[in-house]
């Protein structure tokens, strides 16, 4: 999906940061934009600093320097909550669910931000696009599969209808026509004003559907682009076969 230009309105817009573990800086001065509309991905091996970077965004670790704007605020020293607030969802890497909570309850919890008494208006769109909750609506979160759990993480940050939407490996665990389908609604969420920031390890799926794709490696940006100029580049192959075997593609 190429577009000539990227939008003019910048949503999220990360300025050199660093982001460090103790003495361990995984994360360096490291640039990053999503604008409004659009359908970012983050492509990167495994190890390469992206959820660290997506948390530090999200307030949820420390930054060592750089800013964090969104929406034009400065969120750099932000608290979780006054970020979500604004706006801003991460559905975090590994299906964070509530496993003692029903489904319903657990999606009910993903309106909180917009409605702190939670807003049951949502939930009939939310159970058309992902059927299998709607049959489980009163299951405890801890009786559903890995993959259910990962859905239902996923659909409980769409409920929330942030403005910008981040999913850390929302493909990890699910069976590749689940993958497309959740790919799919974010498109759609795209195409509808919601942002996107993906990161994902499925390079073929996630350039398929994202406008404009960032390459990390090792903490840092190593080149960015619209997707569909970067899906045969040579440095997606640096990136991903440098010398460390095969990137995980996918069959079309
Ligand atoms: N809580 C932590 N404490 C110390 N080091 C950490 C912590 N979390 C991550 N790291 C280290 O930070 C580096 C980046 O990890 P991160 O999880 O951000 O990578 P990633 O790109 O998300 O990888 P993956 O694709 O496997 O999810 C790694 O070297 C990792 O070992
Ligand atoms: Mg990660």
Redesign the pocket.
């Known amino acids: 999906m190429h577009t000539a230009a990227r939008p003019d309105d910048v949503l999220l817009d990360i300025q050199a940061l660093d982001v460090a573990?103790?003495k361990?800086q995984?994360v360096h001065g490291l640039s990053l934009q999503v604008r409004k509309g659009e359908f970012v991905v983050i492509l990167?091996?495994?190890?390469?600093?992206?959820?660290?970077?997506l948390?530090a965004v999200s307030g949820l670790?420390p930054k060592q320097a750089g800013q964090v704007h969104f929406k034009g605020q400065d969120i750099s020293n932000a608290t979780p909550r006054h970020i979500v607030r604004q706006g801003l969802v991460q559905v975090l890497?590994g299906h964070r669910v509530f496993h003692h909570l029903s489904v319903q309850d657990n999606l009910l919890i993903g309106t909180y931000a917009n409605a702190p008494a939670g807003d049951r208006s949502k939930l009939d769109a939310i159970y058309a696009m992902f059927p299998e909750l709607a049959d489980r609506k009163q299951q405890m979160a801890s009786r559903l599969s890995g993959g259910q759990q990962q859905i239902l993480a996923v659909a409980q940050g769409v409920i929330a209808e942030p403005a910008l939407l981040i999913l850390?490996?929302p493909s990890s665990g699910l069976a590749p026509l689940v993958i497309d389908r959740i790919l799919d609604v974010a498109s759609q969420l795209c195409t509808q004003g919601m942002s996107i920031l993906l990161?994902e390890?499925l390079v073929d799926k996630a350039l398929r559907h994202a406008h404009y794709a960032y390459l990390?490696e090792t903490?840092r940006i190593a080149g960015a682009g619209f997707a569909d100029d970067l899906r045969d580049s040579d440095l997606l192959q640096r990136v991903y076969l440098g010398g460390h075997g095969p990137a995980k593609t996918e069959a079309a």
Do not use: C, F, T, W
Request: no cysteine; aromatic share 4%; net charge negative.
């Open positions: 573990y103790g361990a995984v990167g091996r495994n190890g390469a600093g992206k959820s660290s970077l948390h670790i890497e850390d490996e990161v390890q990390m903490g």
